[in-house]
């Protein structure tokens, strides 16, 4: 399966699933004129990611977040693909996400804590700062 790569534009972040090294990270801006349109294309991906290591041996995804900035049209589209990779763990794969923030932006800290505690999602986290 390839993996889904997107270059970062001014409004949108850089996407990297890859399905060999099971990592996906998203990280920069995320103001998308059509966000729809934009998480689309992740939700799809992962659809079929699922699909493909549904019947293999479980291992470890790693999400690793990193937006400097997100709005909340994009917000509610994220919670959409947590959902659906929270949905992998049916399949007994392990998820872990990696949620890093600037040491002095409280607020996307709590969105992110709060995202994770959602019942719908309830993935294991880590916030990590950097400066």
């Given amino acids: 399966m390839k993996a889904l790569r997107i270059e970062a534009e001014i409004d949108?972040?850089?996407?990297?699933l890859n399905?060999?090294?099971?990592?996906?990270s998203i990280s920069g801006i995320s103001h998308p004129e059509n966000a729809k349109e934009f998480y689309q294309q992740i939700l799809d991906w992962l659809d079929e990611y699922y699909e493909f290591?549904?019947?293999?041996e479980p291992s470890k995804i790693i999400v690793?977040?990193?937006?400097?900035?997100?709005?909340?049209?994009?917000?509610?589209?994220?919670?959409?693909?947590?959902r659906k990779i929270s949905s992998f763990r049916s399949a007994n794969f392990d998820v872990e996400?990696?949620?890093n923030y600037h040491e002095e932006d409280e607020e996307l800290l709590h969105e992110?804590?709060?995202?994770?505690?959602l019942p719908?999602?309830?993935?294991?986290?880590k916030c990590i700062p950097y400066n």
């Fill in 64 to 82: 690793d977040l990193n937006f400097r900035y997100i709005n909340s049209t994009s917000y509610k589209y994220l919670r959409e693909v947590l």
């Fill in 19 to 24: 399905p060999d090294t099971k990592v996906f």
């Fill in 97 to 99: 996400v990696i949620w």
């Fill in 53 to 56: 290591i549904k019947n293999q």
């Fill in 120 to 125: 719908d999602i309830n993935l294991p986290y």
């Fill in 112 to 117: 992110g804590v709060v995202l994770f505690e």
């Fill in 12 to 16: 949108s972040p850089e996407i990297n």
